[in-house]
């Protein structure tokens, strides 16, 4: 999480984070967010999860949304696009210039 964060504030974006699911509802609840980036592994509630309630809310229903995973296997990936997630990437696959291309082209 910290290397992601590290990687986006050096990029220029501004960050939230959160260490959970239901931290990060919280911080959508409570700030204007752009695009949203999770793992699927965290406490409380696990990134599909939060990906579900994101998509439930007609609030937030079109945010775009980043998985980054240290699961690679294809069933690993249609989980996440079966909960909503407009990308995929494992952690091992994914360098700065990779995250920031991603980025830019879900928020054109």
């Known amino acids: 999480r ?8 050096n990029a220029g974006f501004d ?3 959160a260490s959970d699911g239901l931290q990060a509802l919280q911080a959508l609840g409570n700030n204007a967010v ?8 965290m406490p409380n ?3 599909l999860a939060l990906i579900r309630r994101i998509r439930q809310s007609p ?3 079109h945010l775009p949304i980043i998985v980054v995973s240290q699961y690679g ?6 989980k996440g696009a079966e ?10 696959q994914l ?5 920031v291309a991603m980025i830019s082209e879900l928020m054109d």
């Open 15 to 17: 960050v939230l984070g």
């Open 83 to 92: 909960a909503g997630a407009d990308r995929y990437v494992v952690k091992s």
């Open 2 to 9: 910290m290397l992601h964060r590290s990687m986006l504030v």
């Open 34 to 41: 752009d695009l949203v980036l999770t793992d699927i592994e």
């Open 73 to 78: 296997r294809r069933e690993d990936l249609e």
């Open 59 to 61: 609030a937030w229903r």
């Open 45 to 47: 509630m696990d990134g």
């Open 95 to 99: 360098d700065a210039s990779r995250l």
